[in-house]
């Protein structure tokens, strides 16, 4: 049986190929109490929940001159003892070594071969912790049916999760390039049916295809802004194989307190926090932070309600500057949080989704010889991504051993020398700072200084008088038209 991927999903896989240096695994760090689980242990835990994740015993294929989106196939050589790998962190185990190993190990593209994920059990950690890194391409999920893996592999409580199905799974054969070439053909030749029969609904709802029209030309124009270039600085430009990682950290209440006395977003916080860490590295470079010097990519949700553990990109974007030229952090957050419902409000998600959906429904080769065509051109638009996950607010437990921290981490491509991504777990939001390892060397320090700027907001608003009904604690992805993003982030598999 095969599985057609869609166009957003093949998109993160022509970037791959099209940039020799760029892995698009994306991943999240679960650090766990001690001590460590053998190798035999974990693996059986694993292996008792592949069933509960289709996707990790497929692997993609790419159907031949792109005359078709890739499918996802079983993999009939599956070999779980591949796909998880164990290494130790000589002691004592800190922060520093172990954000190296984590950046060493998101540099590696994963086997395209195989299928597309890998565990990393870390041990060694500091207090006799352990860590699990989990490491998935971006083509298989986003942050919200990433997080959904959280519920497949981990547990809810110390004693594990009862009532796990039985293991019947048996590979289909796997496809050979002719017939996915005839399949692909055959489709190309049914595609006027596919469009004649969208025409038919169209016509039946008129009002609503207007609608949808209406809003999506709004965004389109919104969008086409985005088109001309941001002020040229050194956060862009040529990036090599190798990262760097560091880490952030804040408790979850202070940043809704913050919100909450500002009558403003948890999101809107967490971009003014993140504006305030850029500012800062622009200035130590000797760099004016001008209001269009940081062009941001906040991906926003776009699933429907039920449709959270599908494993695909459902996502649509926002293109936001962020207000790296004001030096006050309470002005950055009000400036923030008004660009922000600026761009909601003209539809850029909107129109997003509007195009990715009709991409479904076009001949595929022209959509995939456009995006290679993209990928080779220079990009100076976008300058960063920042992507908000929010991740499980209940303790999560593996082996019986508790979940302490999530620790999320982005890819980076196409020039942008940095990322930035945000997941809250229980009671802490964790800032994961991606950076390229030659061109941006100071990512702890971005990620000292975004936890400096969260601090002197809480300090600036601990004496404001809370606004009513305002500041919503929710974090990361949303209902499209509420910002949120959701760059991937899994417990299981990024």
């Not at 994963?110 to 391409?137: C, F, M, N, Q, T």
């Not at 456009?370 to 209940?394: F, S």
Request: net charge neutral; proline share 8%.
């Amino acid at each position: 049986m095969t599985d057609h991927m869609s166009p957003l999903d093949a998109a993160f896989l022509t970037l791959e190929d099209e940039e020799p240096e760029v892995s698009m695994a994306i991943s999240s760090v679960a650090v766990l109490d001690g001590p460590a689980p053998s190798h035999e242990e974990f693996l059986a835990a694993i292996r008792a929940r592949l069933p509960l994740v289709e996707r990790y015993r497929q692997k993609a294929r790419q159907v031949p001159l792109d005359l078709g989106a890739p499918v996802w196939v079983d993999d009939a050589a599956f070999d779980l003892t591949y796909h998880v790998r164990r290494v130790a962190l000589a002691p004592p185990g800190g922060d520093g070594p172990f954000h190296e190993l984590i950046a060493d190990i998101m540099s590696q593209r994963l086997d395209r071969a195989r299928p597309l994920w890998e565990y990393w059990v870390i041990e060694g950690l500091s207090g006799g912790r352990w860590a699990v890194v989990s490491k998935v391409h971006h083509c298989m999920v986003d942050g919200v049916s990433g997080t959904q893996l959280y519920y497949a592999i981990f547990d809810l409580s110390p004693e594990g999760t009862p009532g796990l199905p039985q293991d019947t799974w048996t590979p289909d054969g796997e496809p050979s390039a002719l017939s996915l070439t005839a399949a692909a053909l055959r489709d190309l030749l049914l595609n006027p049916v596919e469009q004649a029969r969208l025409i038919r609904r169209a016509v039946a709802s008129p009002r609503e295809t207007a609608r949808r029209a209406a809003e999506a030309v709004r965004g389109l124009t919104v969008l086409a802004g985005a088109l001309r270039p941001a002020t040229a600085t050194t956060l862009t430009g040529p990036i090599g194989e190798r990262r760097r990682y560091a880490v952030a950290r804040a408790p979850l209440a202070e940043v809704k307190e913050i919100a909450h006395r500002t009558g403003v977003t948890v999101n809107d916080v967490v971009l003014a926090a993140i504006s305030g860490g850029y500012r800062s590295l622009l200035r130590r470079r000797g760099e004016q932070p001008h209001p269009r010097a940081v062009r941001t990519l906040v991906p926003v949700s776009v699933r429907a309600p039920g449709e959270e553990g599908v494993c695909e990109n459902r996502i649509s974007l926002l293109l936001a500057f962020l207000p790296v030229h004001l030096a006050d952090p309470a002005e950055r957050l009000r400036a923030a949080h008004e660009h922000l419902a600026e761009l909601k409000a003209g539809g850029e998600a909107q129109a997003g989704e509007a195009l990715t959906t009709l991409a479904r429904h076009e001949p595929f080769p022209p959509i995939s010889w456009a995006t290679r065509l993209a990928a080779r051109l220079p990009q100076r638009q976008i300058v960063t991504v920042t992507t908000n996950v929010p991740g499980p607010r209940v303790p999560l437990y593996l082996l019986g051993r508790r979940v302490r921290e999530i620790l999320p981490y982005v890819p980076i491509a196409t020039r942008l020398r940095t990322g930035v991504s945000v997941f809250s777990y229980c009671d802490q939001v964790a800032f994961g700072v991606t950076g390229d390892h030659d061109s941006a060397p100071e990512v702890g320090r971005l990620a000292r200084d975004i936890e400096k700027e969260l601090r002197a907001l809480a300090a600036a608003h601990r004496r404001a008088t809370p606004r009513r009904g305002r500041g919503r604690e929710a974090i990361g992805p949303a209902p499209l038209g509420t910002l949120a993003s959701d760059h991937a982030v899994p417990a299981a598999g990024r």
